[in-house]
Every structure is written in structure tokens, then in C-alpha cells.
């Protein structure tokens, strides 16, 4: 089959991780459709020209407004911080291009809602990077579930946890900065517990949350002997009501010290419970109410069979996986939902319907009050 030429914008954490994906994914999963490295744009020129060496891109260059609607391009993968998703993905949808964007999908829900209109009206294929959705484990646990095995699910308690701004003195970097991040806790880690949520569980109906900045100013990144004020949240709780009946929480932080990565879930259901933490990716932990009373107990599972959601494509069982095999993963599953002309999920659709849950945690701890999410009957 044809390659297909990707272009990447954002140099930075995300366009290494998509960088590493892009040059494995081939080798390991098998594609039907051959991604070619094309061009890595970004603003920090030795970075790019860092991440071109290292990673195997073609071309470098600063200019995404060149890159994006170049003929030789086929895939635009946005990397760069939410304020500029919705012109850089606007762009590529209307210059007919493929388009993988990191989350949130932007910083307001009216930016999301112009993102999904663009590439609906252009007609392109379409993938939001919640990267957690393919994390073996995770997988598994949304096979249990549909197969009923732990019958109608009641409760959701996803918290993802951090700890890289417990120290006051940390800068005033962009995720702290609301023109750039468009939220703190909640726009950056919530929203993977959230996708997650809808995945396993279902949509968000309602919501009742509250946001909460405990320092409330920091060093500015060039001039540290000055401060200036924080202006997202630091941390986020929220109580959720599903469509389907289910409740549940979603805490995000990352002034949890000692918590580095803790993506955590539990899910309790009518015959069962499923619970899973990043820290400890290749283990799902279950719960069976169908096993004999005098064996029941929470087991641990290692993901690790062929099997198992995407396994076989790498090592023998026991041979444990990492953080960067899910975008791994993701691109695998872009690739073939190209090949196959179809919707890769989850898509821009899922990341309206995420911002809208966060708008609505936002509005709910402004206002005091439970707050539907729009679109969610
Ligand atoms: N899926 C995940 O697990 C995950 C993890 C971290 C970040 N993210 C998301 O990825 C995105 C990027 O985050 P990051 O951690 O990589 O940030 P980062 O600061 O490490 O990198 C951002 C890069 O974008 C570049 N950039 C900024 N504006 C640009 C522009 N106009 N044109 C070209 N390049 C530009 C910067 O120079 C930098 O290289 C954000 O949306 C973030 O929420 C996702």
C-alpha cells in the first residue's frame, strides 16, 4: 500500500511521544498503510532539529500554516498547546488532510464545536488522542463490560493524580496560563478520566464540581525573582451522573505529592468490579461474584497474552509494555480506520462531547450548583 505522509506540529513532550509511534508503529503492528515521516514543525528551532535527528523526520520547519496545506501531505498530527488546535486542525481539514489532534480537543467548547464542524464539512478522517483508551488493560476491562460479566455498572471513581507543581517555586509555565491551557487539572488529566468514563461507562448526563488554584501565583519562567498570577485551576473534584443511571466521581490533580502518573479507576457493577491504575499498567484487577464464595476475592490479571487487546504485536506473555506503546497503538488504529474508510474513535465527536463535560464542571463550581452537559438527554 501507498505511504502516507504524515506532518507533525509541536516539538515538544507530545511530539516525541507521536514521534516514537510514528517511526514503531510499522515494525511492530503491522499497518496496512505505511506512515512516511515527513516534515516536524515547531517554533523552537534546535528543538526541531533535535527531534527531526532523533526520530527520523525529513524535513524540518517553523511554519504550520506552510506544512498544513502542502499536496504531499496526508496526515496533519497537532501536538501543540490547546490554544492553537482549532486553527492549525481547521486548517488541514479545509486543505483535505487526516487529522489527529491532542486533547483537549481545544480550550472552549465553541472551539471544539468549529473543529467538528470543519472536518465534518470537509469530509477527513478525524482522531482525538486519548491515548489511555488503548493501554491493553484498559481494553480488556471495556471487553469485560460489554460481554456483561460484571453486570449493569453503578459506580465510576476515576482520579488521576500528579505532583509535578507541588513545589510553590515551580514556574509560571503555559499549562498554568488560561490563554494558553484554557484550564489546569481538569483540562489536562480530568479530561483522560473523563474520556474514560465515557468509554467504559457511558455519557455524562450532570455534573456538580468544584475547581479549586491553592497557589495563586508563581515565578515567571524568565524573570524568577518576579511572580504573576496563576490563572487555572489547580485541582478539580466532580460528582457525575451517567445517562444510563450510573454515578461517580472524577478528581484531578497535580498537587498530590508522591503521585507521579496515578490514572486510576474502579468501576463496581451489579456481578463485578474492574479496577486499573497507570502506575501498574499491565495489571487489571477483577472482581467476580459469579466465582465460588469460598474463592472470591479481587485477582490481578497481567495483560500481557496475544490474546489480549493489542498485545500480539509485541513480546512473548510476561514481556511487559510501557506508556508509549498506547500512542503506539492509536496510530496503528488510525492507520487502519484509513484503510478501511471508516471513523476512528475516539474522534472529534468525543472531544466536543468532553468539552462539554468540562465546561460544565466549570460552570458548576462557579455557580454552586448541578449543571447538564449539553447535547447529553
Ligand atoms: N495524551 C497525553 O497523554 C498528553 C500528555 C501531555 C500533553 N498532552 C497534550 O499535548 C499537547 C501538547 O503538550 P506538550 O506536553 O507536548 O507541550 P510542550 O510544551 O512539551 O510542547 C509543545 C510544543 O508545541 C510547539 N508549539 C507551540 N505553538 C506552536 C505553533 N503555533 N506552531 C508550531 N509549534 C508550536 C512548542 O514550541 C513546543 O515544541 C497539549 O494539548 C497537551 O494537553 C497530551
Given at each position: 500500500m501507498p505511504d502516507l505522509n504524515i506532518a507533525l506540529i509541536g516539538a515538544g513532550f507530545m511530539g516525541k511521544a507521536h514521534s516514537n509511534a510514528w517511526r514503531q508503529v510499522s515494525a511492530f503492528c503491522r499497518p496496512r498503510l505505511t506512515p512516511h515521516r515527513k516534515v516536524i514543525c515547531g517554533l523552537v528551532r534546535p528543538q526541531v532539529r533535535d527531534m527531526a535527528r532523533a526520530y527520523g523526520w525529513e524535513e524540518t520547519a517553523a511554519d504550520w500554516r506552510k506544512v498544513v496545506s502542502r499536496?504531499?501531505?496526508d496526515i496533519v498530527d497537532v501536538c501543540t498547546p490547546g490554544d492553537s488546535h482549532a486553527e492549525i486542525a481547521i486548517a488541514a481539514a479545509q486543505a483535505g488532510k487526516v487529522i489527529l489532534c491532542e486533547k483537549?480537543?481545544?480550550?472552549t467548547v465553541k472551539d471544539a464545536e468549529r473543529m467538528l464542524a470543519a472536518v465534518e464539512r470537509a469530509g477527513v478522517t478525524h482522531m482525538i488522542n486519548h491515548n489511555y483508551r488503548r493501554v491493553p488493560a484498559v481494553a480488556l476491562a471495556r471487553q469485560i463490560i460489554k460481554e456483561g460479566r460484571i453486570g449493569k455498572i453503578r459506580h465510576f471513581r476515576g482520579t488521576y493524580l500528579q505532583d509535578w507543581i507541588t513545589d510553590p517555586g515551580f514556574p509560571l509555565v503555559w499549562r498554568l496560563d488560561r490563554r494558553k491551557a484554557g484550564s489546569g487539572a481538569l483540562g489536562d488529566i480530568a479530561s483522560h478520566a473523563i474520556d474514560l468514563a465515557r468509554m467504559l461507562v457511558g455519557e455524562i448526563a450532570e455534573v456538580a464540581g468544584a475547581t479549586e488554584t491553592f497557589i495563586k501565583t508563581r515565578p515567571l519562567p524568565d524573570h524568577p525573582s518576579r511572580k504573576g498570577r496563576v490563572?487555572?485551576?489547580?485541582a478539580v473534584v466532580a460528582a457525575v451522573r451517567f445517562a444510563n443511571g450510573a454515578i461517580g466521581s472524577i478528581e484531578a490533580t497535580?498537587?498530590?505529592?508522591?503521585?507521579?502518573?496515578?490514572n486510576r479507576f474502579e468501576i463496581n457493577g451489579s456481578l463485578g468490579s474492574l479496577a486499573f491504575n497507570l502506575e501498574r499498567l499491565n495489571e487489571l484487577e477483577v472482581y467476580f461474584e459469579s466465582d465460588p464464595p469460598s474463592l472470591r476475592g479481587f485477582r490481578t490479571v497481567l495483560v500481557t497474552e496475544s490474546t489480549h487487546p493489542h498485545v500480539a504485536a509485541w513480546w512473548p506473555p510476561g514481556h511487559i509494555i510501557g506508556w508509549e506503546h498506547t500512542f503506539t497503538h492509536t496510530v496503528y488504529d488510525l492507520l487502519e480506520a484509513i484503510a478501511a474508510k471508516k471513523l476512528p474513535s475516539p474522534n472529534f465527536h468525543d472531544g466536543v462531547m468532553n468539552q462539554r463535560v468540562l465546561d460544565a464542571i466549570e460552570r458548576s463550581s462557579r455557580t454552586r450548583r448541578w449543571v447538564r452537559v449539553k447535547g447529553v438527554a
Open positions: 499536496p504531499d501531505i483537549p480537543l481545544a480550550n490563572t487555572v485551576d489547580d497535580r498537587l498530590a505529592p508522591g503521585r507521579k502518573n496515578y
